[in-house]
């Protein structure tokens, strides 16, 4: 079903001639910005049996501009695009835990008008999942200072790399999703436990004084 609808879309961006996203190197791609003022300082508490993906993602609010866009798809027609990059979140590890760090204002808003879009978690496996938000951004200097969200998180069936991690209410009521181990984690009663023990549903909301985030990522057959 991948393979056919990666074959489909191929052949429509042949017939409507598409272009692609911005790449480094283009004239259009996003420059850094060497002096940044909206920091976020992230802590990452994984459980060690859990393998989780985060990226960061900025887009092009003037995507209406020919030189901010590009002709692909949305929704599976033809359209124009605008351009966005999403790169890799990395840690590295100090006094026991894992670090990492961006800026909300880490590009340059340039021509397109950069702006950032949303800190992102892998789902599941990537050949049949797609990222979903972990927190979600307003321009709101009211919204606290610290932040924390917690992903609950079960292996793929059959495999020691993939995991699907979800928010406790998603993981907990849903019926599991394809290649996935059976039966369902957490449970209801984990559900409830875990709330009540103060876990935070992503995507969680944050501003531009919300300097810490603390991304709690639990094993969904231990805790």
Request: aromatic residues 8%; proline residues 10%.
């Amino acid at each position: 079903m991948v393979r056919k609808s990666i074959s489909t879309a191929l052949i429509l961006c042949a017939l409507a001639a598409c272009g692609r996203n911005v790449e480094p190197g283009d004239a259009q791609y996003p420059l850094l910005n060497k002096s940044p003022q909206r920091p976020l300082e992230i802590t990452l508490v994984q459980a060690p049996s859990v393998r989780s993906k985060f990226s960061v993602h900025w887009y092009a609010e003037n995507s209406l501009s020919d030189k901010c866009s590009y002709s692909g798809f949305s929704s599976g027609a033809p359209a124009s695009v605008g351009y966005s990059i999403t790169v890799p979140l990395l840690f590295s590890s100090s006094s026991g835990a894992l670090h990492s760090k961006f800026a909300f204002d880490m590009y340059e808003p340039g021509w397109c008008l950069y702006k950032f879009g949303a800190l992102l978690y892998q789902v599941g496996p990537e050949a049949i999942s797609m990222p979903a938000q972990l927190i979600h951004y307003e321009d709101d200097p009211s919204l606290p200072n610290e932040a924390s969200v917690d992903l609950w998180c079960f292996p793929a069936l059959g495999s020691t790399q993939d995991f699907w991690c979800e928010s406790i209410s998603d993981a907990s009521t849903q019926s599991p999703p394809p290649a996935t181990q059976i039966p369902r984690l957490p449970t209801p009663a984990q559900a409830a436990a875990a709330k009540a023990n103060g876990d935070k549903e992503p995507p969680v909301l944050v501003g531009p004084n919300t300097h810490s985030l603390v991304i709690r990522v639990h094993d969904a057959r231990i805790n």
